[in-house]
């Protein structure tokens, strides 16, 4: 028998995965992961530039954020940024883009979550008009029941 020694080149085929910042992975998984932190990070400088300030309804356990968004894509980072934290992520929301009436920038938007988690992304003025509207809701209610218990203390009297 004998034996040939003879050195060859194989050609070998290597995917690499590059990131939206030319960062390069071994791994399609590895390099998602990196660019969902990059767009966590982007979203949430974007989110903390943004003029804004927390507020929080007198009753109740709501967390509120409000801002000023000036464009589609600071509105997208704000959504990204309360809908993917951890701490602030909405466990039940329905794409809060359709509930924010605001094709017209700028305009103020705020990101509201109760002590369970649930919440979801309101125009402010759509807001602040729901809390009018339950306001004013309540006021009725107390005048009906108050007319009402009158007039049950008036027959009471009369009768």
């Given at each position: 028998?004998?034996?040939?020694?003879?050195?060859?080149?194989?050609?070998?085929?290597?995917?690499?995965?590059?990131?939206?910042?030319?960062?390069?992975?071994?791994?399609?998984?590895?390099?998602?992961?990196?660019?969902?932190?990059?767009?966590?990070?982007?979203?949430?400088?974007?989110?903390?530039?943004?003029?804004?300030?927390?507020?929080?309804?007198?009753?109740?356990?709501?967390?509120?954020h409000w801002a000023l968004v000036s464009?589609?894509?600071?509105?997208?980072?704000?959504?990204?940024?309360?809908l993917n934290d951890s701490e602030r992520?909405?466990?039940?929301?329905?794409?809060?883009?359709?509930?924010?009436?605001?094709?017209?920038?700028?305009?103020?938007?705020?990101?509201?979550?109760?002590?369970?988690?649930?919440?979801?992304?309101?125009?402010?003025?759509?807001?602040?008009?729901?809390?009018?509207?339950?306001?004013?809701?309540?006021?009725?209610?107390?005048?009906?029941?108050?007319?009402?218990?009158k007039d049950d203390k008036t027959r009471?009297?009369?009768?």
């Amino acid at each position: 028998m004998t034996v040939k020694e003879e050195e060859k080149l194989v050609p070998v085929i290597q995917k690499t995965y590059i990131a939206s910042d030319g960062t390069e992975f071994s791994t399609e998984a590895y390099c998602l992961d990196y660019e969902r932190r990059l767009q966590e990070s982007s979203d949430a400088e974007q989110t903390e530039a943004l003029t804004g300030f927390e507020y929080n309804p007198p009753v109740g356990s709501d967390y509120c954020h409000w801002a000023l968004v000036s464009n589609e894509e600071e509105l997208q980072s704000f959504i990204r940024y309360y809908l993917n934290d951890s701490e602030r992520s909405y466990y039940a929301y329905d794409d809060p883009s359709k509930d924010v009436d605001l094709r017209e920038f700028p305009v103020w938007i705020v990101a509201v979550v109760d002590d369970d988690g649930y919440g979801g992304i309101y125009n402010a003025e759509d807001f602040l008009r729901y809390y009018e509207s339950f306001t004013e809701s309540v006021r009725t209610q107390i005048a009906e029941k108050m007319g009402a218990e009158k007039d049950d203390k008036t027959r009471n009297v009369e009768g």
